[in-house]
C-alpha cells in the first residue's frame, strides 16, 4: 500500500513553482500534497489510503456535523463536512503552477441542499506557499446559507506534537494537550493568521481578505489519538464557524440571490 500512494499518484495533478509542489485530486477535491523544498508539509495516508485523513479538503456546504445531521432551514439530511469532498468536480482551468475545478448543483446535491449553486475551487503553488480561493456562488432565487471551512491535517510525529509551538489561535497550547489518550478536538477564535512552529520548519496559516472582509472566523484543533491508524498529523482548520453553523443564521454566510462570496486561504512554509 505504501508504495502505491507515493507522490504522485495516477489520481494527481502536479502544479509546481520553483521547489515548491502541490498535489490535487481534482475528483474529490482534495489538495493531496503539499511540498516546500523537501519539506512535506501535509499528512499523506500512505499505509491506510484513507483519503478522509489525508492532505487539504474543502469542507462544503457544512463544516462538521449538523445536530442530528438535520439541515433545519429545508428539514433535510447533510453528512458530516457535507458533500464536496463526495462528488466528483470538473477542471475548468490548469497551467504549471495553478489549477481550478468547479462543482455545479445537479440532483445529487439538491436532494440535501436544495440550491442552485456553482462552487468554484482554485489552487496555486507559489515560492514556498499554497494559495486557495473558493467562491460561491448563488444561481437560484432565494437566499443561499452557507457555513464551509478548510482541514488540513499537517504532518506531524506523535512524538513531536506536543513540542509544537504556534502563535494561536487564541487559548490553545500545544504542550497541555493530552495528544496519546485524549488529543483536542476544540474551536477557537481564528485571528486570521497563526503561525506554527513544526519540527520540520515554520508554517503560516492565513486567510487574506477580501475586498477588505473576512469568512473564516473559527479555527478548530483537532487530531486522532496514538491508537487511531492514522494519527502522525495535527489538524489547524480555518472554518466559517463551529460545529451546527449552518443552522445558525448568525454564524455562517448567507448569500443573496445572484450574489457570490469569496475566501481565500494561504499556506506559507518556511525552512
Not at 500534497?33 to 499505509?47: E, I, K, M, N, S
Not at 429545508?74 to 468536480?89: A, D, E, S
Amino acid at each position: 500500500m505504501a508504495d502505491a500512494m507515493d507522490f504522485p499518484t495516477a489520481r494527481e495533478r502536479v502544479l509546481r513553482s520553483g521547489e515548491t509542489m502541490i498535489g490535487i485530486m481534482p475528483d474529490i477535491c482534495l489538495v493531496s500534497h503539499f511540498q516546500a523544498g523537501d519539506w512535506p508539509v501535509l499528512y499523506r495516508a500512505v499505509t491506510t489510503g484513507n483519503v478522509h485523513r489525508w492532505g487539504l479538503p474543502l469542507m462544503i456546504p457544512n463544516f462538521s456535523r449538523l445536530k442530528n445531521g438535520i439541515f433545519l432551514e429545508k428539514n433535510t439530511i447533510l453528512p458530516i463536512h457535507g458533500f464536496g469532498r463526495l462528488l466528483p468536480w470538473n477542471i475548468i482551468a490548469q497551467d504549471e503552477a495553478r489549477l481550478a475545478m468547479q462543482l455545479v448543483s445537479s440532483a445529487a446535491t439538491r436532494a440535501s441542499y436544495p440550491y442552485e449553486f456553482t462552487f468554484t475551487a482554485a489552487v496555486a503553488a507559489g515560492e514556498g506557499t499554497l494559495t486557495y480561493t473558493v467562491t460561491m456562488e448563488n444561481r437560484g432565487d432565494e437566499t443561499m446559507p452557507i457555513a464551509p471551512g478548510f482541514h488540513p491535517y499537517f504532518a506531524v510525529a506523535q512524538q513531536d506534537k506536543a513540542r509544537v509551538i504556534s502563535s494561536g489561535p487564541p487559548g490553545f497550547t500545544a504542550s497541555a494537550c493530552d495528544w496519546i489518550n485524549h488529543p483536542p478536538d476544540s474551536p477557537y477564535p481564528f485571528p486570521h493568521s497563526v503561525s506554527v512552529e513544526f519540527p520540520r520548519g515554520r508554517l503560516t496559516i492565513a486567510e487574506l481578505p477580501v475586498d477588505g472582509a473576512y469568512a473564516l472566523s473559527t479555527m478548530q484543533v483537532w487530531s486522532e489519538p496514538a491508537s487511531a491508524p492514522d494519527h502522525d498529523f495535527i489538524c489547524f482548520e480555518p472554518v466559517v464557524s463551529s460545529e451546527d453553523a449552518l443552522n445558525r443564521p448568525a454564524d455562517r454566510l448567507n448569500i443573496a440571490p445572484g450574489q457570490s462570496r469569496q475566501f481565500v486561504l494561504r499556506l506559507t512554509a518556511e525552512k
